[in-house]
């Protein structure tokens, strides 16, 4: 794709067609007498991000480019162009929580991550809502507090902001594909990965208050529980047969008890979570080495949350019998990374908490987020549900 249309760098582009030279030379601000002659635009992920929108932008750079660093291609990234997808990011602040973690933390949190070029936000038009929003799902009822999650995420998909995060393409890496599942070896070397960032982070003050959009595990729990019960008799209607009555029961104790159950896996000993550690996030390099992609959903609590969502998520169920040796590993990496005081005990418990949960939250999100994998039969929800259900 050529040059569209020429745009001035105070708009925020959302879309092939807004992503042009002239936005792209002023992301990435060449030095002077270098522009940018042509941007070849192709959309990268599709069927795997389902929040966020990719797209891969190959330049053609005019001038004494010579031995600058300048790019050839970089990755774009926009809000989901699906109108639901587009209001659960909104409402869940997913697009300004990616940029805090590029733009103000970046390699400080201890994950290999691509380069951040650029990025750019309109400015919220209303900050002090959000305290209010969540300050109502503290007090009223479950069945009030889902007519509001319902209202304010079909508000959310009739926003105008514009979001944009422009950062490194990496050409050379093997991304594995997550519906057909991984393989121990990569499973371990994220593993690996995941403890250093763990570690990096552990009841780190200046990591949990660089944002108030680092959300803590425990946070509005009764919006949990609103969407489970919002969405629980279509699940089981659905999902029944795949899942089993004596599955269904443990699903319901879950609900009942889910503040509880979030309260533990959101006390000390804590640290930073990648929120969404799974094998479409990661990219794996000819050298050996790892980056992690998507921090949309960055926040803190217990390690095993993170454990628990990248293995249920990563492998089939038939790796089962690799479990103690996969948490082993991340256990080890842990403790020689500097943590000695999460137990190897706790980090089994709060793995088989965190499964439960996991299942929970995938009955909360059935009806708002649209999951239909590209060239697949199942949606990313069909396969989930049935590795994680398969890993209890």
Request: net charge negative; glycine share 6%; with cysteine.
């Amino acid at each position: 794709m050529g040059l569209i249309r020429r745009r001035t760098p105070s708009v925020i582009a959302q879309s092939p067609g807004e992503i042009d030279a002239a936005w792209i030379a002023h992301a990435l601000s060449p030095p002077p007498g270098v522009s940018v002659a042509d941007v070849e635009i192709e959309r990268v992920g599709h069927g795997i991000g389902f929040i966020g929108d990719l797209y891969r932008c190959r330049i053609e750079w005019q001038g004494p480019v010579g031995d600058t660093d300048l790019p050839r291609s970089v990755i774009v990234k926009v809000p989901a162009e699906l109108d639901s997808n587009r209001g659960v990011g909104e409402a869940l602040q997913v697009y300004e929580r990616e940029i805090v973690a590029y733009r103000d933390i970046g390699s400080d949190m201890g994950l290999p991550m691509p380069q951040h070029f650029h990025s750019d936000l309109d400015p919220h038009p209303a900050p002090w809502i959000d305290k209010v929003v969540a300050s109502l799902f503290d007090r009223l009822p479950v069945k009030a507090v889902n007519w509001i999650i319902m209202r304010f995420i079909g508000f959310s998909t009739k926003s105008s902001r514009r979001y944009a995060l422009v950062m490194e393409d990496i050409a050379d890496a093997r991304p594995p594909a997550q519906a057909e599942g991984g393989s121990l070896e990569d499973a371990l070397a994220s593993l690996d990965v995941l403890a250093r960032f763990h570690a990096s982070n552990w009841m780190s003050q200046s990591a949990a208050t660089a944002s108030d959009l680092i959300w803590p595990l425990d946070r509005t729990p009764r919006v949990w529980q609103a969407s489970y019960l919002r969405n629980r008799d279509d699940f089981v209607d659905r999902f029944g047969e795949v899942i089993g009555a004596d599955m269904v029961a443990k699903l319901d104790d879950v609900q009942d008890r889910i503040p509880q159950l979030l309260g533990v896996l959101a006390s000390a000993p804590w640290t930073l979570q990648h929120g969404d550690y799974r094998l479409d996030n990661i990219l794996f390099r000819p050298d050996g080495s790892l980056v992690v992609l998507d921090y949309q959903l960055i926040g803190r609590g217990r390690p095993g949350w993170d454990v628990a969502y990248f293995v249920t998520t990563a492998l089939h169920p038939q790796h089962r019998e690799a479990e103690e040796h996969m948490l082993r590993r991340y256990h080890t990496a842990l403790v020689a990374a500097g943590v000695k005081d999460y137990s190897w005990q706790m980090l089994c418990s709060d793995v088989e908490v965190s499964k439960l949960v996991l299942a929970h939250r995938m009955v909360c999100s059935a009806d708002v987020l649209n999951t239909q994998m590209a060239d697949e039969p199942d949606s990313f929800l069909d396969l989930m549900v049935q590795r994680v259900v398969g890993w209890i």
